[in-house]
């Protein structure tokens, strides 16, 4: 059985508030504010994976990532924690690529991958939250899709996958070929590579395609296109501070509570 996990790298999730910046003619985060990392979620799926093909039930598994030319970083992690090969899409020229036109992208180079039996990917990117890819791409190829996946198994021809539901939690049993979308589990924490591997990752070849090379002309990728942003920016956030002065106690209150009135935070039937 062979897998693809769809990878993005992302700004990095922890960097401060204080140093976010917005290119609003670009509409989108500012180049070079924080180092690009992969998404949690896609962190997840990926270890998903690797358990998989521990365990025997997959045995070749390939990174997929779409994205501007200088994003191999996360391939580069993936060959390091032994995936057997990186195939990169190369989006430069696309025009900020919405969800529908990402799931184009990653369909068409999974069509030229070849057979693939499972695709996994994270339940939602890390930085617009939009929680459609994974969906779209089995829409797009026809195929059974699991959402919020956290564990999974061989059932015989079958893949008996655990599931977070209302509620609780469901077991499902899905006949590949089929789709997983992914979500956080204390036992989907990425592993660590090796110094070795991590130095061999350097050295092992990317598999690299251009919109061109996968058949996709502009045309058809502005029809796939759904979302139009107008706008991005970053709320300003006005704080004020005033010190209530009172001889005792109870004149603080009174003043505290006359001035919550005032500003319009406190009725006086409440």
Same mark, same amino acid.
């Given at each position: ?41 896609? $962190?997840?799926?990926?270890? *998903?994976?690797?358990? %998989? @093909?521990?365990? !025997?039930? /997959?045995?070749? &598994?390939? =990174? ?36 529908? $036109?990402?799931?184009?992208? *990653?369909?068409?180079? %999974? @069509?030229?991958? !070849?057979? /693939?039996?499972? &695709?996994? =990917? ?51 049993? /899905? ?56 706008? /991005? ?38």
């Amino acid at each position: 059985m062979r897998a693809v996990v769809l990878l993005k790298e992302i700004l990095d999730w922890e960097l401060p508030a204080s140093k976010f910046r917005v290119d609003e003619t670009a509409k989108q985060a500012a180049d070079g504010i924080a180092p690009m990392l992969l998404g949690p979620f896609e $962190q997840h799926s990926l270890e *998903l994976a690797l358990q %998989l @093909k521990d365990a !025997g039930v /997959v045995e070749n &598994v390939t =990174a997929l990532l779409a994205g501007p030319a200088g994003s191999v970083n996360g391939l580069r992690k993936a060959l390091a924690l032994r995936c057997d090969e990186a195939v990169h899409v190369v989006t430069d020229g696309v025009d900020g690529a919405d969800p529908s $036109q990402t799931a184009e992208l *990653l369909v068409a180079a %999974l @069509k030229r991958l !070849g057979p /693939v039996d499972l &695709v996994l =990917a994270g339940r939602q990117a890390g930085d617009w939250d939009h929680g459609q890819v994974g969906y779209l791409v089995a829409e797009r190829l026809g195929r059974p899709c699991v959402g919020l996946v956290f564990r999974a198994e061989r059932d015989g021809d079958r893949l008996r996958v655990w599931r977070v539901a209302p509620g609780g939690v469901e077991q499902l049993a /899905v006949r590949p070929p089929a789709v997983l979308t992914v979500t956080s589990d204390a036992g989907l924490q990425l592993r660590m590579g090796s110094v070795m591997d991590r130095m061999a990752a350097n050295k092992k070849p990317i598999t690299t395609w251009t919109v061109d090379e996968l058949g996709l002309a502009p045309e058809r990728l502005a029809a796939a296109r759904r979302l139009e942003l107008e706008r /991005v920016w970053v709320p300003e956030v006005e704080r004020r501070c005033e010190v209530i002065d009172g001889d005792d106690p109870a004149e603080a209150v009174r003043t505290v509570l006359a001035r919550l009135e005032e500003l319009k935070l406190l009725s006086r039937s409440a």
